[in-house]
């Protein structure tokens, strides 16, 4: 049962909620635009703002439903844990995009909202932060490395703190390999634009256009 509920957060993770709205209200392949990721931020870009709203709450529930029910089915922290994990990693690379999705934080929100529902604000406090200042991918780096802390601190089981660690680890993977977009041939350029990754989600620096996609996705 554990690992069907694994594999079960995987798929639910993997439905492209994004791609899904994109395609049936503006006909838009978000792989193509912007930054490529899969994600309530291209729908908010690209889209429609106001339905970043369902979007990121269809994609919260992708992390919650897998958590809750193994915890529904009494199989553990650590296999709620990690179900809540597998839908994430679906939401990044998703079975139904060849791997092309997108950052996995809201998702990740969801599963946080059944295991540790003080983590939910308290990333969204990173995130407001974040936002008031134009770096909002870097307000989510630091409450994501925060929160393995603050779940240590406040004695939470060590389930949650290492789902914390993990999320980090798949956003730190995710945002370097961006989608296997490629990177520069000049070493000094490569390791710019991998430090911009992981800051800022981003190739180019902040508050410059980013539109240069892999001739894959054309």
Same mark, same amino acid.
Not at 6 to 23: N, R, W
Not at 163 to 186: F, I, Q, Y
């Given at each position: 049962m554990s690992a069907l509920i694994i594999v079960f957060g995987y798929l639910v993770g993997s439905i492209p909620t994004a791609e899904i709205f994109s395609k049936v209200m503006r006909g838009i392949d978000l792989r193509k635009v912007g930054s490529g990721t899969v994600s309530s931020t291209g729908i908010y870009y690209h889209v429609s703002r106001p339905m970043v709203v369902v979007v990121g709450i269809l994609d919260i529930l992708k992390g $919650? #439903?897998?958590?809750?029910? $193994?915890? +529904?089915?009494? #199989?553990?922290?650590w296999v709620a844990a990690l179900a809540g994990l597998a839908a994430?990693?679906?939401?990044?690379?998703? #079975?139904?995009?060849?791997?092309v999705g997108g950052r996995g934080l809201s998702p990740f929100m969801g599963l946080l909202l059944v295991l540790y529902p003080w983590g939910f604000p308290w990333l969204l406090a990173f995130l407001a932060v974040? +936002?008031?200042?134009?770096?909002? $991918?870097?307000?989510? #780096?630091?409450?994501l490395m925060s929160l393995p802390a603050l779940t240590a601190f406040t004695g939470q089981p060590p389930a949650i703190t290492w789902a914390g660690v993990l999320m980090l680890l798949v956003t730190v993977v995710k945002r370097l390999e961006a989608n296997r977009l490629p990177l520069p041939d000049d070493p000094a350029e490569r390791r710019q634009v991998l430090?911009? +990754?992981l800051l800022f989600d981003r190739d180019v620096p902040p508050g410059e256009p980013w539109t240069t996609r892999r001739s894959s996705h054309q």
């Amino acid at each position: 049962m554990s690992a069907l509920i694994i594999v079960f957060g995987y798929l639910v993770g993997s439905i492209p909620t994004a791609e899904i709205f994109s395609k049936v209200m503006r006909g838009i392949d978000l792989r193509k635009v912007g930054s490529g990721t899969v994600s309530s931020t291209g729908i908010y870009y690209h889209v429609s703002r106001p339905m970043v709203v369902v979007v990121g709450i269809l994609d919260i529930l992708k992390g $919650a #439903l897998p958590t809750w029910l $193994a915890l +529904r089915f009494d #199989l553990g922290l650590w296999v709620a844990a990690l179900a809540g994990l597998a839908a994430i990693v679906g939401h990044n690379w998703p #079975l139904y995009l060849r791997f092309v999705g997108g950052r996995g934080l809201s998702p990740f929100m969801g599963l946080l909202l059944v295991l540790y529902p003080w983590g939910f604000p308290w990333l969204l406090a990173f995130l407001a932060v974040g +936002r008031l200042v134009g770096l909002t $991918a870097l307000g989510a #780096l630091l409450g994501l490395m925060s929160l393995p802390a603050l779940t240590a601190f406040t004695g939470q089981p060590p389930a949650i703190t290492w789902a914390g660690v993990l999320m980090l680890l798949v956003t730190v993977v995710k945002r370097l390999e961006a989608n296997r977009l490629p990177l520069p041939d000049d070493p000094a350029e490569r390791r710019q634009v991998l430090l911009r +990754r992981l800051l800022f989600d981003r190739d180019v620096p902040p508050g410059e256009p980013w539109t240069t996609r892999r001739s894959s996705h054309q």
